[in-house]
């Protein structure tokens, strides 16, 4: 017997979200449109950010290259098992800028090619320019593959945002009043003001907040990839972007993805809305903390044998002090891997030192505190991008390929 993911009246639901905003075709150009950097620029230029755009052009002509390190150290890739560096913590356009600023003055760090931003979309930070600069400074200067958003269910919104999605969907969404035109989605969970550890309770219908709330952020920034953190998400997302090929996702380590059953419940889903094309919306799976080298590998083998197209998987190498238990050190793990032969994403949530704001209270920050704290927060990720560096220079010196941006190569 099989069952069906979503029933006709969620899809219909979905269906009518999407097309509220013109239908999935309109998304997919209006999204491509504003990932142009001339067009990102213009409306940085009007919401006064120009000046920090042409800095950080400026910052990006003293970035090291990987092809200078290669050959002073006569490295050549020699073995199977690829690695793709990524950082998180990229908490808006400030702290963006200042570690871009402090990475050029080193002059000597290999800058990652995926960027993870754990910051709730309010009307402000969507709005305002604060995204779309970010995304211009990570994907049009600093040249990143990814750079992931993130929607946090609980995060406060103008209450007409979900008087305009009850509307079009029919469905109705419990929240709370908070003054000011505000109001939130009610979380019964433990967790943070934003929801939960970053949106893992998803009740009854309020995946369509979240679709909401990525499709409004993508048009008006050109944001494509977004953390998505809970199974009814994973499920709608595959559904809303199966025909948006522009779109994607990197599901979150929140979902505990600790072993390969939970992976073939993944895989599932993903198998019932994959696109015409045989290709699926999810980019990327963080596999949990708890994982052993062995069953990485093991996960790695069973997605190469599914017959699904390529999906990476990620592992943290180092985390903050307050997602996990002290002294968490995946690195050598991370080598087994790719002496396996198999590909890795290391991840870097922290450089495994304790510093003011390495920790998950940065990403639950206020916009107002958030900028105030941007230099502090700045050296924190500058700090990751370090650690990530030396890291990933240690797995060059193995003979295994390493990706970094654009901006750290000379073509």
């Known amino acids: 017997m099989h069952f069906k993911l979503l029933s006709d009246k969620d899809l219909k639901a979905i269906d009518a979200l999407s097309g509220s905003y013109g239908g999935v075709t309109e998304i997919s150009k209006k999204i491509e449109l504003l990932r142009e950097y001339e067009t990102r620029k213009k409306i940085a230029g009007e919401k006064r950010f120009a000046e920090m755009l042409e800095k950080a052009e400026e910052y990006a002509k003293k970035f090291s290259k990987v092809e200078d390190f290669l050959e002073e150290n006569e490295i050549h890739v020699t073995k199977k098992g690829a690695c793709i560096t990524q950082v998180s913590g990229f908490q808006a356009a400030p702290a963006t800028f200042d570690c871009i600023k402090k990475v050029a003055e080193n002059g000597d760090v290999l800058f990652p090619t995926e960027m993870i931003s754990v ?8 709005y305002s320019g604060d995204l779309l600069v970010t995304l211009a400074m990570a994907e049009n200067i600093m040249g990143a593959s990814k750079f992931c958003s993130t929607n946090l269910l609980g995060t406060p919104l103008p209450e007409e945002r979900f008087e305009r999605v009850e509307k079009v969907t029919g469905e ?40 909401d709330g990525i499709t409004r952020a993508a048009l008006e920034t050109g944001a494509n990839f977004f953390l998505n953190p809970s199974w009814s998400t994973i499920v709608a997302a ?37 696109r015409d094309d045989g290709t699926t919306p999810i980019y990327e799976i963080n596999i949990g903390n708890a994982v052993t080298p062995e069953t990485f590998i093991q996960c790695c083998d069973e997605l ?92 060059m010196r193995r003979g295994h390929e390493t990706r970094f941006a654009k901006v750290s190569y000379r073509k």
């Open 119 to 126: 910051v709730g979309l309010t009307d402000n930070y969507v």
């Open 172 to 211: 109705k969404f419990e929240r709370r009043d908070l003054g000011n035109g505000l109001s939130q989605i009610i979380l019964k969970n433990m967790g943070t003001a934003f929801g939960n550890l970053g949106g893992v309770e998803v009740g009854n219908n309020n995946h369509l907040v979240y679709l």
């Open 238 to 274: 595959c559904y809303f972007a199966r025909e948006i090929p522009n779109l994607s996702f990197k599901i979150s380590m929140l979902l505990s993805t600790q072993n390969a059953i939970q992976l073939r419940m993944l895989m599932n889903i993903f198998k019932e809305y994959l």
């Open 304 to 395: 190469e044998a599914s017959g699904l197209p390529q999906i990476y998987l990620a592992a943290h190498l180092r985390i903050n002090p307050d997602l996990g238990m002290a002294d968490f050190n995946w690195t050598k793990n991370a080598y087994r891997v790719l002496a396996a032969g198999k590909n890795i994403t290391i991840k870097y949530e922290s450089d495994g030192e304790s510093r003011p704001y390495d920790t998950m209270e940065a990403y639950f920050l206020s916009d107002e505190e958030r900028n105030e704290k941007a230099e502090l927060i700045g050296n924190v990720i500058y700090h990751k991008c370090i650690r990530c560096d030396k890291d990933a220079k240690e797995i």
